[in-house]
């Protein structure tokens, strides 16, 4: 098949992940991939290198932009539209929100001309603009254009049965336009054990101690991603617990007010900052830690999670979105999102309990191994391929 893939940036995060093993597998197995993108903007670092040599080629819109801008979105949507002429693919698979609504609009308006069904337009939702931490207007106004645009997409893949339920609800779709595929992950990485010299390493790298208990954050610094709330939750637990650190992953543009908070606190040598960490390094830092601690307030479904697990780490997550679809009484704990005792009593029972953070690591190792394969869901996504075009 021809393939085309649209994402707004190839910034780090988990839908541009997810979306880079799925091109390199569908490259692997004979298909014809390739991946359009915009300039990867902003402070989080960028996956560009991690496209070379593998099988698909990327091409790159310069007004493909996150932000709002009618010029650059008007722009953008003539150079994708007239890209996908020049390729003529049987299936458009956009990502993210920007992408997702631009290659759609221009997947679509081609239909007919060298087909009368193609190209098959899919859709991944990673999670949605819509949620309730914005105004009523812009959440109207976002569900308005992706309705708009479901009526123009064919299938849809969701990252967590959550997302389903939620765009459903709200007249993005039909039920039986959709079908679950969990963000893969490059599982190797996380199940191959790393030496106790290296783990040692990194601690002392990092400014923490060989014994102290580790609680991990791997989140860009950024509005709701809920490290305020780790932090609120580290000034109670660190008068309990002196050998607990606290350890932020990531960047962003919130990175400067979490250090100061920290400080305000008096816990600035209580929780450390890595900055950004190439993907190579993540299963180190988790491996290196304990505790996995999220608390993002939405989220399709935090790859973090299953990452952890993956590690054999029990992973502590607020209730939101696709969360509970992995973490469980058996493999971490849910707490209320916001909740700050429920945070405290939850990273407390764990920090205290050595033998149940083994257990509940080995529980989760087992639950997400298939789950999040990248054959599985690479799996997955050829077989709606393949259904469109028959």
């Given at each position: 098949?021809?393939?085309?893939?649209?994402?707004?940036?190839?910034?780090?995060?988990?839908?541009?992940?997810?979306?880079l093993i799925t091109c390199k597998l569908l490259a692997q197995r004979g298909h014809d991939v390739t991946l359009?993108?915009?300039?990867?903007?902003?402070?989080?670092?960028?996956?560009?290198?991690?496209?070379?040599?593998?099988?698909?080629?990327?091409?790159?819109?310069?007004?493909?932009?996150?932000?709002?801008?009618?010029?650059?979105?008007?722009?953008?949507?003539?150079?994708?539209?007239?890209?996908?002429?020049?390729?003529?693919?049987?299936?458009?698979?956009?990502?993210?929100?920007?992408?997702?609504?631009?290659?759609?609009?221009?997947?679509?308006?081609?239909?007919?001309?060298?087909?009368?069904?193609?190209?098959?337009?899919?859709?991944?939702?990673?999670?949605?603009?819509?949620?309730?931490?914005?105004?009523?207007?812009?959440?109207?106004?976002?569900?308005?254009?992706?309705?708009?645009?479901?009526?123009?997409?064919?299938?849809?893949?969701?990252?967590?049965?959550?997302?389903?339920?939620?765009?459903?609800?709200?007249?993005?779709?039909?039920?039986?336009?959709?079908?679950?595929?969990?963000?893969?992950?490059?599982?190797?990485?996380?199940?191959?054990?790393?030496?106790?010299?290296?783990?040692?390493?990194?601690?002392?790298?990092?400014?923490?101690?060989?014994?102290?208990?580790?609680?991990?954050?791997?989140?860009?610094?950024?509005?709701?991603?809920?490290?305020?709330?780790?932090?609120?939750?580290?000034?109670?637990?660190?008068?309990?617990?002196?050998?607990?650190?606290?350890?932020?992953?990531?960047?962003?543009?919130?990175?400067?007010?979490?250090?100061?908070?920290?400080?305000?606190?008096?816990?600035?040598?209580?929780?450390?900052?890595?900055?950004?960490?190439?993907?190579?390094?993540?299963?180190?830092?988790?491996?290196?830690?304990?505790?996995?601690?999220?608390?993002?307030?939405?989220?399709?479904?935090?790859?973090?999670?299953?990452?952890?697990?993956?590690?054999?780490?029990?992973?502590?997550?607020?209730?939101?979105?696709?969360?509970?679809?992995?973490?469980?009484?058996?493999?971490?704990?849910?707490?209320?999102?916001?909740?700050?005792?429920?945070?405290?009593?939850?990273?407390?029972?764990?920090?205290?309990?050595?033998?149940?953070?083994?257990?509940?690591?080995?529980?989760?190792?087992?639950?997400?191994?298939?789950?999040?394969?990248?054959?599985?869901?690479?799996?997955?996504?050829?077989?709606?391929?393949?259904?469109?075009?028959?």
């Open positions: 098949m021809k393939i085309v893939h649209i994402i707004t940036r190839l910034i780090l995060g988990g839908a541009q992940e997810n979306t359009i993108t915009g300039p990867a903007l902003g402070p989080e670092g960028e996956l560009f290198n991690q496209t070379k040599g593998q099988g698909y080629k990327v091409l790159v819109v310069n007004r493909l932009r996150r932000a709002i801008n009618p010029l650059n979105d008007i722009v953008g949507y003539f150079q994708i539209k007239k890209l996908l002429k020049q390729l003529k693919p049987d299936i458009v698979h956009t990502h993210s929100a920007k992408a997702g609504i631009l290659g759609r609009f221009a997947g679509c308006a081609l239909k007919g001309r060298w087909g009368e069904s193609l190209p098959a337009v899919v859709h991944t939702i990673h999670g949605l603009a819509f949620h309730p931490y914005q105004s009523e207007f812009l959440n109207k106004f976002y569900i308005a254009i992706e309705r708009s645009a479901a009526k123009r997409t064919d299938f849809f893949i969701s990252v967590a049965d959550a997302m389903t339920a939620q765009a459903t609800a709200v007249g993005i779709g039909r039920p039986e336009q959709f079908i679950t595929a969990y963000s893969a992950i490059e599982e190797d990485d996380f199940l191959e054990p790393i030496s106790p010299k290296r783990k040692k390493d990194f601690r002392r790298k990092c400014g923490i101690e060989e014994d102290a208990i580790v609680l991990v954050t791997i989140a860009r610094l950024f509005m709701l991603k809920g490290h305020e709330y780790v932090i609120e939750s580290a000034k109670q637990l660190s008068k309990r617990f002196e050998n607990c650190v606290w350890l932020f992953v990531g960047d962003g543009n919130l990175s400067e007010h979490f250090k100061e908070q920290a400080r305000q606190l008096g816990l600035a040598e209580k929780v450390k900052f890595t900055g950004l960490l190439p993907p190579s390094e993540i299963p180190l830092a988790i491996q290196s830690s304990d505790i996995l601690v999220h608390c993002s307030l939405r989220e399709g479904l935090a790859r973090t999670l299953p990452q952890a697990m993956l590690c054999g780490k029990p992973a502590i997550s607020f209730d939101v979105d696709g969360a509970r679809e992995v973490v469980n009484n058996k493999t971490g704990r849910l707490v209320e999102p916001k909740n700050i005792g429920q945070l405290v009593d939850a990273c407390a029972e764990l920090i205290e309990d050595e033998n149940l953070r083994e257990q509940l690591g080995e529980n989760g190792r087992e639950s997400v191994k298939e789950k999040f394969a990248p054959e599985t869901m690479v799996g997955t996504i050829e077989a709606v391929y393949r259904k469109l075009l028959d």
